[in-house]
């Protein structure tokens, strides 16, 4: 538990803080602080396809899909309609499609889930609502291929070491 | 410069994301990124240095320095700083280009918002 957190302190600030920030003073002071996380407000609403790198957060509703390379919070109150795809996935808000992560995800007690998700790692808190399937295994995950090589690699099926063997 | 209406927050698309499609909201919105589609929000929206929009833009302030390929309707103002660029036509109440931005397109004069479908003098 300690450890969500202060994962959860972590990601909030920059959505806490913007609204009243961003109302209090000009759009151009805000520039070095918090420029690289795209944050969708929740009075915006997006149809189509969000991709590229870095963290997002999403309040407001999206209708699409993303395909990001980084971390994705979609906040208490977001609504995605689309499959998602990033590295790693914090839901307090509810999405209706498919979540693929190529590190973990982690749902809110706030989340509600429709479809599967695609992770290596997963943490469901008490509260939240998921109605789909979860895949655990990296190797249907191909979004982010240098993400995690190696170790965390699950061992191949029993057929596969007598093939190696004969080979080496 | 009298602020949009949106009362919300500010939304950013930052550097190194791409959105394709739509966005519409009643919102401010920052674009650092790159965004193609079509944007209708009622807040302002700030076209930053490494911004680059190729859509239809509308909304209460444009300030545009990044680029722009597409159709700015800007119901206060339309700002077009040095280091803007803009290929396409623009609609807006006023108007501000500084010296060094790039503007290839045609402009239109639009009265107030109440008074956009009247009859409009001036500049047809």
Do not use: W
């Amino acid at each position: 538990m300690a450890i969500f957190g202060k994962k959860e302190n972590e990601i909030k600030p920059p959505a806490v803080q913007t609204p009243a920030a961003a109302k209090a003073e000009p759009k151009s002071s805000r520039k070095d602080t918090s420029l690289d996380t795209t944050y969708v407000g929740k009075n915006l609403k997006i149809k189509g396809t969000i991709s590229g790198e870095g963290s997002i957060i999403i309040q407001g509703s999206l209708e699409g899909k993303f395909d990001l390379k980084g971390r994705l919070k979609i906040a208490q109150g977001a609504k995605i309609k689309g499959n998602v795809r990033a590295t790693d996935v914090y839901v307090s808000g509810n999405i209706e499609g498919e979540i693929a992560a190529s590190e973990r995800v982690q749902l809110d007690n706030t989340a509600r889930i429709k479809g599967g998700i695609v992770s290596p790692k997963i943490s469901i808190l008490e509260g939240a609502m998921f109605d789909g399937e979860i895949k655990m295994s990296d190797r249907t995950v191909e979004v982010s291929k240098p993400a995690s090589p190696g170790p965390t690699q699950p061992p191949p099926a029993s057929a596969a070491p007598n093939k190696k063997e004969t080979e080496l | 410069m009298e602020r949009g209406k949106a009362a919300g927050s500010t939304s950013l698309l930052s550097k190194k994301v791409k959105i394709e499609g739509e966005i519409q909201g009643n919102e401010d919105l920052h674009v650092e990124g790159h965004f193609k589609g079509s944007i209708k929000i009622t807040g302002d929206i700030f076209i930053g240095p490494t911004g680059i929009v190729e859509a239809d833009v509308e909304a209460y302030n444009v300030i545009v320095q990044g680029q722009v390929t597409g159709n700015i309707m800007a119901h206060k103002q339309l700002q077009l700083q040095s280091s803007g660029k803009l290929l396409g036509d623009c609609a807006a109440q006023s108007i501000h280009i500084n010296e060094g931005a790039i503007f290839e397109g045609r402009s239109k004069m639009i009265k107030s918002p109440a008074a956009t479908t009247g009859d409009k003098p001036g500049v047809k």
